[in-house]
């Protein structure tokens, strides 16, 4: 009798295993085809996410000004996102491209594309003369001077040619990003319930608390680090326009890049001042360069106005963010990395800070 009582526990716990595994592997599957679907959208979604969460306080102040008129608040909102979007990326973009176009004309006719060192170079340290020397040569002979430095350069170009071919359907991305964070907007009560019940789900009791982390991140990753590189990078360009500058759309692309990373636009803006010294006369260098001074040093202005209470996470973070969304993901990539980094470093620190906490209620 208790030989055919463990028998028929023994084929129950096996139906249940059996029973158990196949609804795995069914929700596995579902999981899967899902993902797999859905992958050429995530990163549109999530920065239409982002995008949602960083302006709903401004479409809740919209609200009240047009007296709680959703769809013309969202209108308004879509218009005068895309064309702070569209304009100034034509213009960039349409310049970049026409300025490389330039390039390759010069070069395929043979004509100097690099101009030689001006007569204040002469002043310059003794430290600054290979440099110096490079200038030269490259200015008299650009393809001696090229084959010196034929693999690096091999390199550089093929990565610069594929970031800026990404540059396009990056401002594409954004596009369809802002249209899809309107509809998010258009039913942010709900969006933001679901997406605390998920919270929830996953993270318990404190699910709560990082839905609001969540947020907060958000908004100040994308006032404080990519409002002030996008602000900082249109002062660049701004400068570098109206000195005439050589090639300014791609400067102020770089500005871009290094201010998002958080390195600021030194590294372009520098020797951009330096050279312009020898290029152009001393009335505009001098004014480019204070310009370019006063761009460097309105970081440390616009940051603590933007961000409020700190940086939402230490600057190895950021740039680690957009250093790998740029590498993974293209010039989309360059912003979502950072704000997505930014979020797992404050959850990650919130889940550290509540483990100890049950630790020593425990103890």
Known sequence: ME???????????F????????????????????????????????????IAIAIYPLYATFLRMFGNRKILVLVVLAVLMLSILIVPSWLVTDSLFGEISHLRELHSQGQLVIPPPGENTASWPAIAKPL????????????????????????????????????GMGILQFVV?????????????SVGQAATKIFIKFAGKDGENFASTT?????????????????QAAMAGLGF?????????????????FAIIQVGAGPIAIPIAIYMFSYTDTLTAV?????????????NILKPLLLGRGAPAPMLVVFLG???????????????????????????????DSSQKENLTIE
Do not use: H
Not at 288 to 297: D, G, R, V
């Open 15 to 50: 139906e249940k295993i059996v029973d158990i595994i196949i609804r795995l592997a069914v929700l596995f599957f579902l999981l899967g085809w899902c993902i797999s679907i859905l992958r050429p959208f995530v990163l549109i979604l999530a920065w239409a996410a982002v």
């Open 287 to 299: 004014l480019l360069a204070i310009w370019l001074a006063i761009t460097l040093i309105s970081d």
């Open 322 to 352: 957009a250093i790998g969304g740029f590498i993974t993901s293209g010039f989309l990539g360059l912003f979502l990395g950072a704000v997505v980094l930014t979020i797992g470093y404050k959850l990650f620190m919130i889940w550290l």
């Open 132 to 167: 110096l020397d490079f200038w030269k040569l490259a200015s008299e002979n650009l393809q001696s001077a090229m084959m010196q430095y034929s693999s690096q350069l091999k390199a550089a170009g093929t990565w610069f040619v594929a970031a800026v071919a990404g540059i």
């Open 3 to 13: 030989t055919n009582n463990s028998q028929k526990l023994t084929n129950i716990t």
């Open 177 to 189: 990003s802002i249209i899809i964070a309107v509809v998010l907007l258009a039913y942010a009560a």
């Open 241 to 257: 326009s109206i000195a005439g500058v050589p090639y300014a759309a791609l400067w102020t692309v770089g500005c871009l890049f």
């Open 215 to 231: 947020v907060t991140t958000v908004r100040s990753v994308v006032k404080g680090i990519l409002g002030v590189a996008v602000i």
